[in-house]
Structure formats: structure tokens, C-alpha cells
Nanobody
């Protein structure tokens, strides 16, 4: 299994930026992808972005214009750069790992989940 640890969350003013990190450890499968989801109170978990490990193909949810997903294969790390943050971006952000390249916008695709890191954006 893959273990994931997310970090980098915090509190920022609207318009600010944060960079989230997720470290993967354990057995990395040959077919591997990592993604980010977020969940705020009263809402379902929402797909944010995903990246296929070898090819680097990227997939985005509704925030493609403001968020950037990237990876460092040598460190088994995935990152999420959050720019121009708004109060509605306030959520618990989760990283996740999948052993397939298909359906990366679906929560059921993922095998492992990190603990989440809190992002809070004030007006």
C-alpha cells in the first residue's frame, strides 16, 4: 500500500497563496497517479486536480485557472499551488493515490488517502 502525508495548509487572507505538499511512501505501483480533493462543511468531497506519474498528464476540476498541480518523482512528492485564494476555497484538502489512469476525477478511483491539511481563507 501507499501511505500519504499532506502538509502545507494554513490561514491566509483573500488573494494570497499557499503551496500544499503530499509525500508518498511504501510500494509505488507501476501504474500510478495522484490527486487532490477538498471538502468543506456541508459539501461533498470535490475533485481539484490529478497528475499521472510517468507521463505527467494533468487533470483539473473547476479551479484550473488558479491552481497548479505538479510532482517530483525523485522525492515521491505531489504539490498543489493555490493562487488568488478566496474564502470559498476554505476546506480540508486531501491528497490521494490511485493505481489506475482512468477516472481520476472520481473519489472511488483512489486506493489511498492522506489525512488532509486545512486551508482557511479570510475575507
Amino acid at each position: 500500500q501507499v501511505q500519504l502525508v499532506a502538509s502545507g495548509g494554513g490561514s491566509v487572507q483573500a488573494g494570497g497563496s499557499l503551496s500544499l505538499s503530499c509525500a508518498a511512501s511504501g510500494h509505488i505501483p507501476s501504474e500510478f497517479a495522484m490527486g487532490w480533493f477538498r471538502q468543506s462543511p456541508g459539501k461533498e468531497r470535490e475533485f481539484v486536480a490529478a497528475i499521472v506519474w510517468r507521463e505527467g498528464n494533468r487533470y483539473f476540476g473547476s479551479e484550473k485557472a488558479r491552481f497548479i498541480i505538479s510532482k517530483d518523482e525523485t522525492k515521491n512528492m505531489v504539490y498543489l499551488q493555490l493562487n488568488s485564494l478566496r474564502p470559498e476555497d476554505t476546506a480540508l484538502y486531501y491528497c490521494a493515490a490511485a493505481s489506475t489512469y482512468k477516472g481520476l476525477w472520481l473519489i472511488g478511483t483512489y486506493d489511498s488517502w492522506g489525512q488532509g491539511t486545512q486551508v482557511t481563507v479570510s475575507p
